[in-house]
């Protein structure tokens, strides 16, 4: 049986607005340990990349045990309201259900621990459009997640990965995928736009078209 094509999308700064939550989240955890906190401006820089990476940057730190002293106090206030701080992006919700409609198989791949991915999802009456979901950890690469969800025979070769963020292009392109770069998140259109996706959208709208371009 061929495996299907999915469209998998990644979810902070695709699907929904997470710096509120992401920031204060953060500054819970620096202030904790007696490091400067983010300016709101400076956030956005962070939104993406897994989180053990960013405190390492935020930090200077090079201890392994200091970095998951930093993401377990983060997670304290992100478990308890941060998460719920999210934004759902104006438009996804109708792309979403559009391309569930067209039978086209949706997945979702993201840095941050499945359970708050799942909270997430639910909080905006999305989950049902996902048949695949992977999560992340301290120490796992998004193209470690990619790559594991099509050995593992979840998705099809001819998937694509939708994101904001360079990282998910490259992780894309380091397993075979198509790429799609969206503009209304956290990466800049010159980051995107150096990582070489296939597709560059400007808006959550173009999403329900992307049903008619994925392969089979």
Not at 139 to 152: C, D, F, P, Y
Request: some cysteine.
């Amino acid at each position: 049986m061929k495996i299907p094509a999915f469209l998998i999308f990644d979810l902070d700064g695709t699907i929904s607005d997470p710096s509120i939550g992401i920031g204060r989240s953060l500054n819970y955890a620096l202030s904790a340990f007696d490091y400067p906190i983010l300016a709101e401006q400076e956030v956005s820089q962070y939104i993406g990349p897994p989180l053990d990476q960013t405190f390492r940057l935020l930090t200077q730190s090079t201890s392994q045990t200091h970095v998951q002293d930093l993401v377990n106090k983060y997670r304290e206030r992100y478990a308890d309201v941060g998460f719920a701080e999210n934004v759902l992006y104006p438009g996804i919700a109708e792309a979403l259900a559009s391309l569930a409609a067209q039978g086209m198989p949706l997945g979702l791949c993201t840095s941050k621990p499945l359970k708050f991915a799942e909270r997430i999802l639910t909080l905006f009456e999305l989950r049902e459009y996902f048949s695949v979901t992977s999560g992340g950890d301290v120490g796992i690469q998004k193209t470690q997640q990619l790559r594991a969800l099509l050995n593992g025979g979840a998705v099809g070769a001819a998937s694509t990965m939708i994101g904001d963020r360079a990282v998910d292009i490259q992780a894309a392109v380091a397993n075979g995928f198509r790429s799609v770069g969206v503009l209304w998140g956290h990466g800049s259109q010159a980051e995107l736009t150096a990582a070489e996706p296939n597709l560059l959208l400007h808006s959550p709208e173009q999403l329900m078209y992307l049903g008619q371009r994925n392969g089979g």
